[in-house]
């Protein structure tokens, strides 16, 4: 039988990038990204008695992280709200002028999802996860798992379409 240590090791070993990278399509700031990972791991090792092993230990670990990175997301908008408050705005940043903006409405239209709608497509779709280790970490059916994507697909492209509609 592996020790926690083993395990853990073993985790970070081969699922670090897969736990960066699913990080970084929610949180969206590479400052944050770290954070949330190690965050997710720390509550990961400290819960590791609790874990009942009906999944694999990455899916559980990943299912930490995706909570970890909504605290933190809706924190940043609290934060956001609070110096709105004051007037304060945020920069933006430089770049491939038009292919930034494209991104940027692009996440603009994933940050409006819904929650559910916004986790499926983070895990399901960007995260390289295969379907079943997805829908086992957002805790539904595969068939589920589709089903949202599908409807925040149509969510993404209608909330689009709005946006270039109005910039004309």
């Known amino acids: 039988m592996e020790t926690r240590e083993q395990v853990f090791e073993q985790l970070i070993k081969e699922k670090l990038g897969m736990l960066r990278g699913t990080a970084m399509r929610i949180l969206g700031s590479p400052a944050d990204v770290d954070d949330a990972v190690q965050e997710a791991l720390m509550t990961a090792w400290r819960k590791f008695a609790g874990f009942r092993g009906q999944s694999e230990i990455a899916t559980w670990v990943t299912r930490i992280l995706i909570n970890v990175c909504y605290d933190m997301v809706r924190d940043r908008a609290r934060e956001h709200d609070v110096l709105a408050d004051y007037g304060e705005s945020d920069a933006g940043a430089g770049g491939d002028a038009e292919e930034a903006a494209l991104l940027d409405r692009l996440e603009e239209a994933v940050a409006r999802l819904p929650l559910l709608y916004r986790e499926s497509i983070s895990v399901g779709v960007l995260s390289g996860y295969s379907p079943e280790e997805a829908a086992a970490m957002l805790g539904c059916s595969r068939n589920t798992l589709y089903q949202r994507i599908h409807k925040a697909k149509q969510l993404l492209a209608q909330?689009?379409?709005?946006?270039?509609?109005?910039?004309?």
């Open 159 to 168: 909330s689009i379409r709005e946006v270039s509609y109005e910039e004309v």
